[in-house]
């Protein structure tokens, strides 16, 4: 199994930025995935954006210009650099690892986070 780990939420004023990012730990060779998603109380979780394992990224339109997503393959971690967020981006934020090789070459099952926090004041 893969365990994701999230950290870098919180409150931030409409304007701020902050950063998140996600571990992945596990007996894993490699993941070819890695992305962001987000879920307000009683709606779908939607896309914010993904980028694979060499590099390829994809973004939601309403994030696109504002938010870059990076990793690390060698510590498989991703990260979310958010600038000028704003009120409407307020939502809990979830890492995705998908594509997952284990180090004895199954492909195990796509992981989710736990979720962290992201709340914009105005």
């Known amino acids: 199994q893969v365990q994701l780990v999230e950290s870098g939420g919180g409150l931030v004023q409409a304007g701020g930025s902050l950063r998140l990012s996600c571990a992945a730990s596990g007996s894993i060779f490699s993941i070819n995935t890695m992305g962001w998603y987000r879920q307000a109380p009683g709606k779908q979780r939607e896309l914010v954006a993904t980028?694979?394992?060499?590099?390829?990224?994809n973004y939601a339109d309403s994030v696109k210009g504002r938010f870059t997503i990076s990793r690390d393959n060698a510590k498989n971690t991703v990260y979310l650099q958010m600038n000028s967020l704003q009120p409407e981006d307020t939502d809990v934020y979830y890492c995705y690892a998908g594509g997952i090789l284990d180090v004895t070459g199954r492909t195990l099952l796509g992981s989710w986070g736990q979720g962290t926090q992201v709340t914009v004041s105005s």
């Open positions: 980028i694979t394992g060499g590099g390829s990224t």
